[in-house]
């Protein structure tokens, strides 16, 4: 039961334009959202969240979407910088135990951004 | 945010033995996870380490193959027992902030079976 999805696998976009990442869930019991970017042989990443009373979270050239009926979120960068490449998940946390945020992966998307 | 630190940061084992993978945080957090990364696949929760109690295991992962301790609040390790091919995997560490469930993740331990 894949409760976040990320249905692109790869993305392929310009230096300079608007890169679009897109993540689906399932569990409407989830209360935050994430973002990660990974690099080959690196760890990931912490990017930018955003709670799930909020639609929209803006830090520098990443923004998050959130649209909770349609259980959708995505993420924007612009512009896009060839540094950006690496490959980025969507991830969403529910209190898990009572004290403790759990973190429920996507599979990733692969961003490519050609100069 | 915390800086994670692990050993080691790969290795190629055969199978049938056991690997210990050690966890470093340069502060103390009341929070450790350990994460699996098969190729091509998601992160995939194993456990939660917590200090001075035995770890919570999601499903499909048993203490026996994947014991953990965490003795403070520094330091956690993963030993992935008995070994066989399809443990070939990221192992993770990340530790919890308090705000909105977001995790901090090591470089990782890139593990080849054998």
């Known amino acids: 039961d894949q409760q976040v999805k990320q249905n692109s696998p790869s993305l392929s976009v310009q230096e300079g334009r608007i890169s679009i990442l897109n993540c689906d869930y399932t569990?409407?019991?989830?209360?935050?959202f994430l973002w990660y970017k990974k690099y080959p042989a690196e760890g990931p990443t912490f990017l930018i969240s955003?709670?799930?009373?909020?639609d929209k979270n803006e830090d520098g050239r990443f923004t998050v979407f959130l649209n909770k009926s349609a259980k959708h979120l995505s993420l924007h960068i612009v512009p896009s910088q060839p540094g950006d490449s690496a490959v980025y998940f969507c991830?969403?946390?529910?209190?898990?135990?009572?004290?403790?945020?759990?973190?429920?992966f996507g599979t990733g998307t692969l961003l490519a951004v050609q100069p | 945010s915390a800086v994670i630190s692990q050993k080691p940061s790969r290795d190629i084992c055969q199978r049938g033995t056991s690997l210990t993978i050690q966890c470093q945080v340069d502060?103390?957090?009341?929070?450790m996870f350990w994460y699996r990364q098969q190729p091509g696949q998601s992160l995939t929760l194993i456990a939660t380490?917590?200090?001075?109690?035995?770890?919570?295991?999601e499903s499909g992962f048993v203490i026996d193959k994947f014991p953990i301790s965490r003795p403070n609040l520094t330091f956690s390790t993963l030993t992935v027992s008995n070994m066989s091919p399809e443990d070939s995997s990221i192992y993770l560490c990340?530790?919890?902030?308090?705000?909105?469930?977001?995790?901090?993740f090591g470089p990782g331990t890139r593990l080849l079976v054998l």
């Open positions: 990340s530790v919890g902030d308090s705000v909105g469930g977001t995790q901090y």
């Open positions: 569990n409407s019991m989830f209360d935050y």
């Open positions: 955003i709670s799930s009373i909020k």
């Open positions: 991830a969403a946390s529910v209190l898990y135990g009572g004290a403790t945020n759990k973190l429920i």
């Open positions: 502060s103390q957090v009341t929070m």
């Open positions: 380490a917590n200090q001075g109690s035995e770890a919570t295991y």
